[in-house]
């Protein structure tokens, strides 16, 4: 099935099960989506190297060859930063938290129903789009050692690049847009995921999620600058970044 020329509409669907990836094509194509079928890893790298007018990609993890986390590994490392949301039968902690590690944007499984799947895919489409500008938001800006290009979604520290997801690019943008103010974490949530999605257990089990992401993200500065420190943590509320950084 031919992409239809508008990346906002176009999905790849990486998924070795032919019955599965053909079902869930249908479904796709049924509300408007232009669905890009793909039987394994190998095939989704092929496509997606020469096709960059891809809105997200749906992803197994499980398939013969080269696996999901290789094609997502490889993508990234390629400066390939569509939404990925992997759609699988797995649905241990591990794997989950291995997804988003990786660079993930959604963990979702099989056994969901089509709606839910494409609440979850229409919510990675639009937090893709609203990456570039937000009102209130840096669109090109520099901070002390921190660039943010909205336009590739690009970080860099002190005039080197940071290996940032689309997802923490997205917490930085935030954080750096506020510079100075205190982030709560539901905030933060919400900018990644969409305004009042739940995760984890209990009513603020997203907590969780946010100190991850966070985590991951000082990690990437601290490649660059062991002594970085511009991302402050407010105990019990959020996260501040700091507006006094020095050049």
Known sequence: ????GNANETIAVVDDDALFRDTLCANLADVGLT???????EAALAYLGKNDAVAAVLLDWHMP????????????MAGNNVPVLFLTGLNQPLFEEAAFAGGAVDFVGKSRSFAIILHRLKLAIGGAKNAAVQP???PVGEMGGLRLDTESARASWNGHRVGLTLTEFKVVQLLAASAGHDVPYRDIYDRVRGAGF???TGPEGY???VRTLVKRIRQKFALIDPEFGALKTYSGFG???SD???D
């Open 1 to 4: 099935m031919p992409p239809s």
């Open 35 to 41: 669905p890009i079928p793909l039987a394994s890893g």
């Open 65 to 76: 060859g080269v696996d999901g986390r290789a094609v997502l590994r490889r993508l990234r």
């Open 136 to 138: 209130g938001e840096l």
């Open 198 to 200: 739940t995760a984890g």
């Open 207 to 209: 907590r969780a999620n």
């Open 239 to 241: 996260y501040r970044w």
């Open 244 to 246: 006094d950084t020095p």
